[in-house]
């Protein structure tokens, strides 16, 4: 029983060309987050909505955008790829953001830029 | 700035103990997790504490000391199946959740 499922698993786009990852989720969580991780560093938060609300990480490239037509789907637009976005996208999700609230994850894309 | 400290790597025996640290510095306070992440796989949640002391599940237990910004996972009766990295995250006090860059544990026969 997938909680939060992510599509592709893997993904191998062009440089400089657009591409979207999907996440959807099962658990009608309210918050959704999208991590950025690199072989052997630390998730890094590149946004999350709480309901509709869209809160983006200061450091994040404008390149990356999402979108979150409704509860269970969210999106993350890559618009032009570098090398340097090669990576395991992994999004998230969590009831709400309070105290103790713990994080559900999805299985994560693995992204390759050629 | 936000900081979380965890040895890269470390290296036990099937059946023993080993104990894992993570110190933080964060904007705050709202409590600490310990993830388990499998290579190419997702984490997936071990525990959670906000209060000092020990909380215990099964074979894993996580401590912790907020006057030393400090925190151990603690694994009993190591298995194969414990090789993976394992995540120290803070949710700091505007709830934003921040990651170390994990442990990885090597596990012998």
């Known amino acids: 029983d997938a909680m939060v499922i992510q599509n592709p698993r893997y993904q191998v786009t062009q440089f400089g060309k657009p591409v979207t990852l999907s996440c959807s989720q099962t658990l009608n969580h309210n918050v959704m987050y999208w991590y950025q991780q690199k072989s052997s560093q630390a998730p890094k938060l590149l946004f999350h909505y709480y309901d509709k609300d869209f809160n983006n990480e200061a450091d994040t490239p404008d390149n990356f955008q999402s979108r979150r037509p409704n509860t269970s789907f969210c999106f993350l637009d890559i618009r032009s790829p570098g090398l340097g976005d090669a990576a395991m996208y992994l999004c998230?999700?969590?009831?709400?953001?309070?105290?103790?609230?713990?994080?559900?994850f999805g299985p994560g894309t693995r992204l390759t830029v050629t | 700035g936000q900081n979380i400290d965890q040895p890269t790597e470390m290296t036990a025996t099937e059946g023993a103990i080993v104990q894992i640290n993570c110190t933080y510095q964060?904007?705050?306070?709202?409590?600490l997790f310990w993830y388990q992440q499998h290579a190419g796989e997702a984490p997936t949640f071990l525990s959670y504490?906000?209060?000092?002391g020990l909380e215990e599940k099964g074979r894993f237990s996580s401590f912790l000391s907020r006057s030393k910004g400090y925190s151990y996972l603690l694994l009993k009766e190591l298995q194969m199946k414990d090789s993976a990295s394992y995540l120290c995250a803070v949710r700091d006090y505007r709830d934003k959740i921040i990651f170390g860059k994990g442990t990885r544990l090597h596990i012998l026969p």
């Open positions: 998230a999700t969590s009831r709400d953001a309070g105290t103790g609230v713990f994080q559900y």
């Open positions: 504490n906000v209060l000092d």
């Open positions: 964060t904007s705050g306070f709202n409590g």
